[in-house]
């Protein structure tokens, strides 16, 4: 029988699922008191989700102003991305031996739908961004490293709440990346790379994301 989660650990879920969504969107400040009454809980567990998720780079806290939901400036989303570029290529790496048909039948599934998305007259920058995370996770959580998926799974929280890609990936990069998905499902299935072609190819994907926001907003 599982116990109870704690007021404080309930707090921590509550919070940090509406950074991720957007309910809370970068610069929204966290009032404890107000937040406190809304759980109906008492402002201690607010507090210590609160510092919880700063730990994480979810939340900012500032002297005199309290907290607010972080927000990412000028190239740090860059610096995200870079770190994404170096740790998914890796996993992508890795996962080449431990990777089934039916986890790239279902890469591919997610990318049908980024497909389509993307050729659709009106796009969903939420729903894309949702199925651009499944799509990756789906190959990187076959790495067979607990601590690199743990990772990458905090990166892909940092980048959805940030908010910055998913008002600049969907309209200028998503055309592209489907194809070099597509690209990299197929060198899984060949089976003829070693780790090192299979580690650049996916780094120089996600790299390329930078590449060509940076193309089309400078």
């Known amino acids: ?13 509550e919070i940090r699922e509406r950074i991720i969504d957007g309910r809370y969107r970068p610069g929204h400040r966290l009032v404890l008191s107000s937040l406190a009454r809304e759980l109906d809980i008492s402002p201690v567990p607010v507090r210590e989700a609160i510092r919880r998720l700063e730990a994480e780079g979810l939340v900012d806290f500032e002297r005199n102003v309290g907290a607010r939901v972080a927000t990412l400036q000028d190239d740090e989303w860059e610096q995200l991305v870079e770190m994404l570029a170096l740790l998914d290529g890796f996993a992508f790496a890795a996962a080449a031996a431990r990777v089934t048909p039916q986890d790239i039948a279902e890469a591919r599934q997610y990318n049908a739908q980024l497909r389509a998305a993307a050729a659709a007259e009106r796009i969903d920058h939420g729903a894309v961004m949702l199925l651009h995370r499944r799509f990756h996770r789906v190959l990187y959580r076959c790495c067979g490293n607990r601590y690199v998926i743990e990772s990458l799974d905090g990166i892909w929280d940092r980048i959805d709440a940030s908010r910055v890609l998913m008002t600049l990936y969907p309209a200028l990069r998503l055309s592209t990346a489907v194809d070099e998905h597509d690209g ?26 930078i590449r060509t926001i940076r193309k089309n907003v400078a």
């Open 184 to 209: 990299l499902l197929d060198r899984l299935e060949r089976g003829e790379d070693d780790a090192a072609v299979l580690e650049c190819c996916a780094r120089e994907h996600n790299l390329n994301a």
């Open 1 to 13: 029988m599982h116990a109870e989660p704690s007021k404080h650990e309930l707090a921590y879920r």
